[in-house]
């Protein structure tokens, strides 16, 4: 397994999409999908320190968490990683895309770059998603992408898991 961090942050290139660094100058445009523990961030300066809390995550080993750049202009449009897990073999993935860019593709481009990642670069052996009973758009992406309900978790949360030979 090879852990974050990396000597050099991992950026992974696709067709459409790139997964990069979320840099300072990316925040504003992102408070609306800026998240931590759940939390949604309402100001630059919330983003910000949640921001600054992920990046420490990463530095320590315990999460990577990209921005979604549209290769065309090079903006973050959403962003996706793997949040919990990562020392044990198993990587939660999350990902959120901001609304004007839903349904172009953007977000499977991003899930099957991640997965490859995970799996490739970092050695996963596991690798499970949570979403509501009310996501229907995300629960068809996960089916799409091989993902299977494993579990009711309480509180309207399913729990998926990627069913493939990792």
């Not at 100058?25 to 949604?40: K, N, P």
């Not at 090079?74 to 990587?91: A, F, P, V």
């Not at 999350?94 to 490739?120: D, H, K, W």
Request: proline share 2%; hydrophobic share 40%; charged share 20%.
């Amino acid at each position: 397994m090879k852990l974050p961090p990396y000597d050099i942050f991992p950026i992974i290139s696709g067709e459409k999409i790139s997964l990069r660094k979320i840099l300072t100058a990316d925040i504003e445009d992102l408070i609306e999908i800026s998240f931590y523990d759940s939390i949604q961030a309402t100001s630059v300066q919330q983003a910000m320190e949640m921001q600054t809390k992920i990046n420490k995550d990463y530095l320590e080993g315990n999460s990577i968490h990209w921005g979604i750049a549209e290769n065309s202009t090079n903006k973050i449009i959403g962003t996706c990683g793997y949040y919990r897990g990562l020392r044990k073999g198993e990587g939660e993935l999350g990902c959120v895309l901001l609304p004007q860019y839903r349904g172009q593709g953007f977000m499977t481009s991003a899930m099957v770059l991640a997965i490859e990642f995970g799996i490739n670069t970092i050695g996963l052996k596991r690798i499970w998603a949570i979403t509501t009973q009310q996501n229907l758009k995300a629960i068809q992406l996960l089916e799409q992408l091989n993902f299977i309900k494993i579990t009711d978790l309480g509180d309207n949360e399913i729990e998926y898991e990627l069913r493939q030979n990792i």
